[in-house]
């Protein structure tokens, strides 16, 4: 039942971020009494701020009560994915060009983990530069891609 409730949610918030230039990274559903959800979204090229979060999250609370989504109380948040969530979508490399990563990646002789910096991307592969050297990694090996936060 929830992975229904989580598509139909999915599809809502897809809608109602079509018009911008925000795109959908995540939904959650968290608790059981009061249904907490969670609502991912970000932009190729800017950060979203607390008024944008706070308008996706007006219309699409609209839409769920429309749709009579939940029989009762749910909180509704809209966020960032923010530094701890990994890179989900191809879309967020392109802002964090430039950044420290660290990438986990697969390839014939396993798993494994390296740190860089996030130097180039094409619509196919990454490349992440380190002191001595650069890899480049295609996007079908790529398993997960943390942002290394910074403090200048």
């Known amino acids: 039942m929830q992975s229904k409730i989580k598509n139909d949610i999915t599809e809502l918030a897809e809608s109602v971020l079509a018009p911008t230039d925000f795109f959908l990274v995540g939904v959650e559903i968290k608790g059981a009494n009061t249904p907490e959800i ?7 090229d800017r950060n979203i701020n607390m008024d944008e979060c706070a ?24 966020s ?5 969530r990994p890179l989900v979508d191809w879309r967020q ?4 060009k430039g950044r420290r990563v660290k990438v986990k990646y697969r390839n014939t002789d396993g798993y ?11 619509d196919e592969e990454v490349k992440i530069g380190r002191e001595d ?3 480049t990694l295609p996007k079908e090996q790529i398993v997960e891609t943390k942002i290394i936060p910074s403090l200048k």
């Open 133 to 135: 050297s650069a890899m």
């Open 80 to 84: 960032s994915p923010g530094l701890s």
């Open 55 to 78: 308008k996706i999250s007006n219309e699409l609370s609209f839409l769920m009560d429309a749709h009579e989504m939940f029989n009762g109380t749910y909180r509704l948040n809209v």
């Open 38 to 44: 969670w609502i991912y979204a970000d932009s190729e």
């Open 93 to 96: 490399y392109k802002k964090n």
């Open 112 to 122: 494994h983990k390296m740190e860089g910096k996030l130097e180039a991307l094409t």
